[in-house]
């Protein structure tokens, strides 16, 4: 086929194939993507223009997510607030937010950390610097109206498996491998409250492969009840739906509807 060809890695160290020319059209067809695909040697996701195709290596690890929700009896509105992104390096970030009390004024607080974190994060700015800022601005706003928000944050690096859970002021993460579930808790307060030489969020390694599952919850699901339940419940989890997981969990908690209560269930898989 007469075309220019350039293969490379991107900023990101992501292998990319770059065609141009006219039997780029006669390479375009799932057969012919796929061996090219087995050519280079990873999975890939094509980009193709009237004349070039782009060929970008995907990333070997995927995540399958469940989310289930209850506001608290008597509210219109939930007081936490989550969300899921994949950055384009490759990054997966998952949050959590729980602010003050319930209603209106929590969902507000809520909405706005996680809004302020996704932006931060989006554009680059390393996790741990920027539930910092975030903390640091949500106290300048707190002495004028008040209010405080928890946050829960997991990052995972879909090439590696390599993943870091942070905490402000969090109910405790929750991470199977195999049989066993590891129950992450910290210290920090949330964000907004702490005092200034208290900011820094509790840091948590962690390493995820092929099966394993995370589960970020709010305290409406456990509050200060034995959490015996959700880890047996977690531990016999296989390979169903994660959001199946994430109502369950929700349904059967022992809080009932005494607060709002989410549960955002993350499941690693490899990618085919």
Partial sequence: LEMETAVYRDEYGRLRAELKGEGCQT???????????????????????????????????????????????????????????????????????????????????????????EQFLQAGVETEHALVTLNSALALRGEEAGGFTTVDLLQVDLFTGDGVVFKLGAAPTYVRKGG????????????????????????????????????????????????????????????GSPKELARDLITHSPQGATDDSTALVIRLEKRE
């Fill in 27 to 117: 390479l375009d067809t799932p057969e012919e993507l796929a061996a090219l695909s087995d050519l280079l040697g990873v999975p890939t996701r094509a980009e193709a223009g009237e004349e070039s195709l782009t060929l970008i290596q995907l990333e070997p690890l995927m995540a399958v997510a469940g989310v289930a929700a209850r506001k608290k009896d008597g509210e219109t509105v939930s007081g936490d607030a989550g969300t899921y992104f994949k950055r384009g390096d490759g990054t997966l970030y998952v949050l959590l937010c729980d602010g003050m009390g319930s209603g209106p004024q929590a969902n507000r607080e809520s909405s706005l950390a996680l809004r302020l974190l």
């Fill in 180 to 239: 066993t579930v590891r129950r992450i808790s910290g210290a920090s307060l949330p964000a907004g409250l702490a005092a200034e030489e208290r900011s820094a969020p509790d840091r948590f390694p962690i390493h995820l492969s092929p099966g394993d599952c995370v589960l970020l919850v709010s305290d409406g699901v456990t509050g200060t009840e034995d959490d015996s339940w959700l880890r047996e419940r977690l531990v016999k989890f296989d390979q």
